[in-house]
């Protein structure tokens, strides 16, 4: 078993690799876009402020991730990972329930790509459409928290999957 937190701008390539991965080790796909959105369109519907819905997701994410791994469940975490703690929590439920803490960031250095990759996929409410500030892509890209003394893989999504996916297994499998 295992808990893998994914980390990257949006449109980096994370839940591709989330899918990829949790399809050859069966491992449940904790997606944050899926939960956020389903929370402002909830709120939306019933007239309740939204701002504090990214907060209140990831509660709730913490709270599922926990559940799987206590149902046996491998977990995989897609979302970015730019908050301070949020490294820190999932090492600390992986200890927890005694499993292996792994983190693959997908990085892509290519604000065009992404604006692309973010304008044609289906968009969720939660999603970020486009990214028009060179200055804030930058911030963002270079902001995710990474593990401080633990192994962490970063991947050059820039690449077609099949380029770094060894690389990728050989990691989840240490």
């Known amino acids: 078993m295992f808990f893998l937190q994914m980390s990257g701008f949006p449109g980096s390539g994370k839940s591709t690799v989330s899918k990829y ?11 944050h876009d899926v939960l956020k959105s389903a929370l402002l369109q909830s709120l939306e519907m019933k007239g309740i402020e939204s ?15 926990d559940s ?10 897609d979302s970015p990972c730019l908050y301070e703690g949020m ?23 290519d604000m065009e790509e992404i604006n692309n990759r973010l304008q044609t ?5 939660s999603q970020v459409g486009r990214v028009d500030s060179e200055v804030a892509f930058k911030k963002w890209l ?11 893989l970063i991947v050059d999504s820039s690449e ?15």
Do not use: F
């Not at 270079?142 to 962490?152: A, T, V, W």
């Open 142 to 152: 270079d902001g995710s928290k990474r593990p401080l003394h633990s192994e962490y």
């Open 87 to 109: 490294v820190e929590k999932g090492m600390k439920l992986s200890n927890k329930h005694g499993i292996k803490y792994k983190y693959i960031e997908c990085y892509l250095n």
């Open 68 to 77: 799987y791994l206590d149902q046996g469940h491998s977990v995989i975490l």
């Open 21 to 31: 991965i949790a399809k050859l080790t069966g491992a449940v796909i904790v997606d």
């Open 121 to 125: 996929r289906k968009r969720m409410v």
């Open 51 to 65: 701002t504090v819905v990214g907060g209140v997701s990831y509660d709730v994410e913490w709270a599922l991730i």
């Open 160 to 174: 077609p999957l099949e380029r770094y996916v060894e690389k990728m297994m050989d990691y989840m499998s240490r």
